[in-house]
């Protein structure tokens, strides 16, 4: 309860209006990255940087974090009303949010968004408050074996999830590894799958393919489709959202377990993109009927949106606790405090507590304030879709270029997006999955390097899999997550038979 | 007293330069391409430098960081060398820029590059756990040809790793390497037991040194750090021994941060980058960098700057050669 008392002197140091006008900058600053699709906020933090060097560092760091959870929120916008991702975490969004939207319910899918993300990141710093000291221990435990089983279990939760042909999910994943492992290697140094082609050695940018697969990809078929959004039908009522609100408390089991997700995935450093596949996965599967999943199930924004958000902020203990940064921003936010004298590491809770506590009291702040003001941005987003498509398409196609560019400021990335769209196009027309594509683009050089640095770790062994409890528990529960619609595949047709056996007469009942 | 004297140097610099005294002057923005993602130790550098050149109007063209930094770094090297005469692109980085070509098959070679300065060097410190029952660097060397033990480090036949090298070949042993995306996650994974040692640089692992989680063994340097400031509970830098004294016989291994143009760029142009960076090489604030971050001072250029280049390109072509690494 120490922690409690240090967390209201925290907000002691931060309680200013001062400090809460940095705050709406931040987010407001945060939520506009957020939005451009390619900018993004590692790129924000870095271009906002330079501008804080001349304040004091907990002001500095207010205006950082802030723009960070705006730019979270920001990503989750595009998603819902284009399909167009903003961040490479809010990917899993656009599986309903944009079915959602598209079918005239804009405010609610950006409504449920908002506020599911903004309860994952509160539960995030409440675990912060709470646990600091004993999780940063436990995420001491994690070594390469461990970071295996925990994208393993990422895969396993995501596997069955498309009602699609298993082999065209199989093609998808695969070519999404293939792409994954574009660039240079980390384990050997080399180059691989670059054809000697320039552009190609610094990989393919995970955040390209997806304005390329979702965004260009979605305005061909639109296109095809007779030019218009069937969201021109959205009428903006702000009943609506105020219905919604109402509607949340529904959908608390699936916010407890995203948020649970979220958190495990924020501090054992696998991120909130992994965290917002896998709680989309986790959702889909418990769910008793899952028939409306991918069609604008409110649980399949709910679930992503929550994961995502106590994510992101879970992600930033690490990097107080242990100076390790959990994502990119927090990476940059690290190099920050190096700028502003201080030491990332175990000893800035004990050094300067007034910065670490006020930083975690700006978590709470911040979110507030973030919630708030994009709820109040909805009725503006939602009326954006009732402009006619032939205005809003080419806005939409340049956006999408100069995000592009902005990735890496690199003009082969905008011929890249093309291809990409085309890529999406045929496979929307075949009905292949794109999602395994995109979780084996994000996840897949991560689980290859992991496995290959345990690989050297044990002298080629796999028995480094099941060396220790944390990691045998981990393999355990992906392995039973991988087989279990195979079982109940199995189990299902036994009962059958069974039935087949025992009621010859047929009295009607269904199986299972 | 020297501290305002320098001051005083810079200022009279920056007024000097406002008089057209210089051929060569930048009209258009220049970009400062970072061989390295936001954050890591060459973004610092840059935005450091970045920094002090906007605090004394050291130059009038206003400034662009940029970050290329996949594939370790040559990402932003084939970009800058691919601006063949281009005085506005300068790319910032460390020995990779005339490493990498050597190593790996990436698409550019080290002559398409003009070196321009170095302005610091980072040091390397041999780091075990906390708990770690060796105290000095003989115990870890009498473990190390036992066997079994692994160093983690940052990226694959890169500083690290070509370090551990050299320890191996010093002392006979079979250390094993494991690479790490960052030496951020190398200290992590030192400070959880997972690995014997990792040889990061002192800003790297700093934060758990003062923790206790890890402790340093040896600075692979010819002669101890300067600074005696208490920096984790009653040790100073200084307290720590060179590799050489303490059993490990490797005289001297750093790395350079270094500022490159393309190639084909004026011989004016060289001189005026190498003029400012002199400058800011000058300041107070480079010198906090510098503490701050525990990195030995040393601004060279020219002539000096090749040969330092060649005996730094010498000395690990050999590792190379030895482990068979070499691309080409």
């Not at chain 2, 970072?34 to 430098?49: C, K, L, N, Q, S």
């Not at chain 2, 480079?286 to 250029?301: I, M, N, R």
């Not at chain 2, 000096?304 to 068979?324: F, Q, S």
Request: aromatic fraction near 10%; glycine fraction near 10%; hydrophobic fraction near 50%.
């Amino acid at each position: 309860m120490e922690n409690i008392g240090l967390l209201i002197d925290g907000f002691g140091h931060i309680l200013s209006w001062n400090h809460i006008l940095l705050m709406v900058v931040g987010v407001t600053l945060g939520i506009l990255v957020g939005v451009l699709p390619g900018l993004g906020a590692p790129n924000g933090v870095s271009l906002l940087l330079p501008l804080t060097f001349s304040m004091d560092p907990i002001s500095a760091i207010i205006l950082l974090s802030c723009m960070y959870w705006g730019a979270l929120f920001g990503g989750s916008t595009t998603s819902i009303l284009f399909n167009i991702p903003g961040e490479p975490s809010s990917v899993a969004t656009t599986f309903d949010g944009y079915p959602m939207a598209k079918a005239g319910h804009a405010s609610r899918a950006l409504t449920l968004a908002f506020v599911s993300a903004g309860l994952g990141a509160l539960a995030g710093v409440v675990m912060i408050t709470l646990l600091s000291g004993w999780v940063a221990n436990f995420a001491l435990k994690f070594s390469s074996p461990e970071y295996f089983a925990v994208y393993f279990l990422a895969f396993a939760s995501f596997i069955s999830m498309g009602a699609q042909s298993p082999f065209k999910t199989l093609v998808s994943m695969m070519l999404g590894f293939a792409l994954a492992s574009v660039g240079m290697d980390t384990i050997s140094g080399n180059l691989r799958l670059t054809f000697d082609i320039p552009e190609l050695i610094k990989g393919v940018s995970f955040l390209i393919a997806v304005m390329g697969l979702f965004g260009i990809g979605e305005l061909l078929l639109t296109t095809e489709e007779g030019l218009r959004f069937e969201g021109i039908k959205a009428r903006v009522r702000l009943s609506e959202i105020g219905r919604t609100l109402i509607e949340i408390p529904r959908y608390w089991l699936t916010i407890a377990r995203s948020t649970i997700i979220g958190i495990w995935m924020g501090i054992t450093p696998a991120g909130p993109t992994a965290a917002s596949f896998m709680s989309y996965g986790v959702a889909r599967r418990s769910a008793r009927d899952n028939s409306m999943f991918g069609k604008g199930d409110p649980r399949g924004i709910v679930a992503p949106e929550t994961a995502d958000h106590s994510a992101g902020t879970s992600a930033l203990l690490p990097m107080l606790a242990l100076g390790v940064p959990g994502s990119a921003t927090a990476a940059v936010m690290m190099g920050g405090l190096m700028i502003w004298g201080l030491t990332p590491g175990p000893m800035l809770f004990t050094d300067r507590p007034d910065f670490v506590w006020g930083l975690i009291a700006s978590m709470y702040l911040g979110n507030v304030v973030a919630v708030f003001l994009v709820i109040a941005t909805v009725p503006l987003y939602a009326s954006i879709l009732r402009v006619p498509f032939s205005i809003i398409g080419p806005i939409i196609v340049a956006v999408i270029f100069s995000g592009a560019y902005q990735v890496a400021n690199s003009v082969s990335d905008i011929f890249m997006v093309i291809g990409f769209g085309l890529l999406g196009y045929v496979f929307k027309k075949l009905d292949y999955p794109l999602a395994p594509l995109v979780l084996a683009m994000v996840l897949g050089d991560k689980a290859e390097d992991a496995f290959r640095q345990s690989m050297l770790m044990s002298g080629g062994s796999l028995n480094i899999f099941w060396s220790n409890g944390l990691v045998s528990a981990l393999m355990a529960v992906a392995l039973a997550l991988l087989l279990s619609p195979l079982a109940f595949l199995l189990i299902g047709s036994v009962r059958k038979r069974k039935n087949e056996v025992v009621a010859p007469g047929g009295d009607g009942s269904p199986a299972g | 007293m020297k501290k305002s004297v320098s001051i005083a140097a810079v200022v009279a610099a920056a007024v000097g330069l406002a008089a057209p005294a210089s051929a060569f002057e930048p009209n258009r923005p220049v970009e400062f391409v970072v061989t390295a993602g936001p954050g890591g130790g060459t973004d610092i550098f840059a935005r450091t430098i970045q920094a002090i050149i906007g605090k004394y109007e050291l130059m009038k063209a206003p400034v662009v960081v940029t970050n290329k930094g996949s594939a370790g770094g040559a990402e932003g090297f084939v970009y800058t060398a691919g601006y063949k005469g281009d005085p506005c692109k300068l790319a910032f980085g460390t020995n990779n820029a005339y490493l990498l070509p050597v190593r790996a098959k990436v698409p550019y070679k080290s002559e398409d590059l003009t070196p321009v300065a170095s302005l610091a060097s980072d040091e390397f410190v041999l780091w075990v756990n906390g708990k770690a029952d060796y105290a000095t660097a003989a115990d870890f060397v009498a473990k190390a040809k036992e066997g079994g033990l692994k160093i983690g480090g940052s990226q694959s036949k890169d500083a690290d790793q070509i370090l551990t090298s050299m320890i191996n070949d010093a002392i006979g042993a079979k250390i094993s390497y494991i690479p790490f995306k960052s030496g951020g996650e190398a200290a992590v994974q030192l400070a959880g037991e997972h690995l014997d040692a990792n040889v990061n640089n002192p800003s790297e692992n700093l934060g758990q040194w003062q923790a206790g989680m890890i402790k340093p063994l040896c600075v692979f340097k010819s002669a101890k750090f300067a600074s005696d400031a208490k920096v984790a509970g009653d040790k100073a830098w200084s307290d720590i021994p060179t590799c050489k004294e303490a059993g490990i016989p490797i005289e001297n291994y750093a790395m350079p941060r270094t500022v490159w143009l393309p190639a084909g760029v004026e011989h004016d142009v060289v001189q005026f980058y190498a003029d400012v960076l002199r400058k800011v090489s000058e300041t107070p604030e480079w010198e906090k960098y510098l503490a701050d971050s525990s990195q030995s001072p040393g601004f060279v250029t020219g002539d000096e700057l090749k040969a330092v280049i060649e005996k730094d390109g010498a000395t690990v072509g050999e590792v190379l050669k030895r482990e068979g690494w070499l691309a080409n």
